[in-house]
C-alpha cells in the first residue's frame, strides 16, 4: 500500500468519524443537489469530482443529539459530475458499496454528504435539511435550502 493511499484512507476515516461523531460545520455552498425518491436521497454533483469515497448519513434535525444512520459507504475510483446520479441503491461505475442500508428519509430529516476527492482540496462536505413539508418529486434541494426544478441551477 502506498504513502499516497494509506493518506487518503486515514483523510477519509477521521472525515467519517467526525460526520459520525458530532455536528460538523459543512458548507452550504457545496455544487450537490438531492432529490427523494420514495424516500430514498438521490444526488447529483454539480461539479466533476474524481472521488475515491462517498458517505451519506441521516438523522432527524430536531434531536439534535441522535445519532446518524448511515445510508451509503461507497469506497473505489470514480468520475462523479452533473450527468450522474448515486446514492443508496444507485451506485456509481467505479464504486463498491461497504455499508448500504434501505433506511428511508423524509421531512424533518437532515441528509449528510461526504464526497472524499482524489484531490484532498476538492472533498464536498454538506448537509440538506429536508423541510417539513417534504420535497415536490420533480424537485431537487439544494445544500442552501433552495428547492429548484434544476439540480445545478441555483433559483
Request: glycine share 8%.
Amino acid at each position: 500500500m502506498s504513502a499516497r493511499t494509506l493518506i487518503a484512507i486515514v483523510a477519509g476515516l477521521a472525515l467519517t468519524m467526525t460526520l459520525v461523531a458530532c455536528d460538523p460545520v459543512t458548507d452550504q455552498r457545496a455544487d450537490l443537489a438531492l432529490r427523494l425518491e420514495s424516500g430514498v436521497p438521490i444526488l447529483v454533483s454539480c461539479k466533476t469530482v474524481d472521488a475515491s469515497r462517498v458517505l451519506v448519513a441521516a438523522r432527524a434535525f430536531a434531536a439534535r443529539d441522535s445519532e446518524w444512520v448511515t445510508l451509503l459507504e461507497a469506497e473505489g475510483f470514480g468520475r462523479l459530475d452533473d450527468s450522474l446520479t448515486f446514492g443508496p441503491g444507485n451506485i456509481p461505475s467505479g464504486f463498491h458499496a461497504a455499508l448500504q442500508s434501505d433506511a428511508t428519509v423524509g421531512p424533518g430529516v437532515t441528509v449528510s454528504v461526504l464526497v472524499v476527492a482524489s484531490n484532498t482540496s476538492s472533498n464536498i462536505f454538506t448537509k440538506f435539511e429536508i423541510p417539513q413539508d417534504g420535497i415536490a418529486a420533480e424537485s431537487w434541494l439544494r445544500p442552501d435550502g433552495q428547492i429548484t426544478t434544476n439540480p445545478c441551477v441555483p433559483s
